[in-house]
């Protein structure tokens, strides 16, 4: 969970998540799917706190965040409007799971990949905040040093995840 130089490093390929638009780059990239975000609470949380009626709201609640240099929710809304939240996070990792935990238990609002937390979007553990504002979904994809000299494991491989990340776009 790294960032790799695929090329001088030796990597067949790498998986990256980006948002989109995704920097230009000498290395061949084959797109994957797309992983949606949601910024989501506890019921609890919003039980004592109150439900965020507009995105500046958001930056009065307590937060959590993966690991990062600066901390802010970058979301877009109806006609495309923005709102970029800076929020100061009570708990800081870069583990998603920890973060979708401390989310349950109501320690904060956290923004995690839709496919983290859907069953507990569905159990109603979580719910989502502001549902006309989200967070941009990114792209998965790989990265190759070449098309060339592709070995066939490696090309079925990929192909396995391409229709495997295609289910992400359903849920």
Not at 84 to 104: C, F, G, N, Q
Not at 137 to 163: K, N, Q, T, W, Y
Request: with cysteine; charged share 25%; aromatic share 4%.
């Amino acid at each position: 969970n790294r960032p790799v130089d695929v090329i001088a490093e030796g990597y067949d390929f790498a998986l990256r998540v980006r948002p989109v638009p995704l920097r230009d780059s000498d290395l061949v990239l084959r797109p994957l799917g797309v992983r949606s975000q949601c910024l989501v609470a506890s019921p609890a949380l919003l039980e004592r706190v109150g439900p965020p009626a507009v995105p500046a709201d958001l930056a009065n609640f307590p937060s959590l965040d993966l690991e990062r240099a600066e901390h802010a929710w970058q979301l877009v809304g109806p006609d495309e409007a923005t709102a970029s939240i800076r929020h100061e996070p009570r708990l800081v990792t870069d583990d998603m799971i920890a973060l979708r935990h401390a989310a349950v238990a109501g320690v904060g609002i956290v923004h995690l990949p839709l496919m983290v937390v859907t069953d507990e979007l569905k159990q109603g553990a979580l719910v989502k905040l502001l549902p006309h504002w989200a967070p941009r979904p990114e792209m998965i994809h790989a990265v190759l040093p070449s098309r060339r000299h592709l070995r066939p494991a490696v090309r079925v491989l990929i192909d396995f995840l391409a229709e495997e990340c295609q289910k992400l776009d359903e849920m």
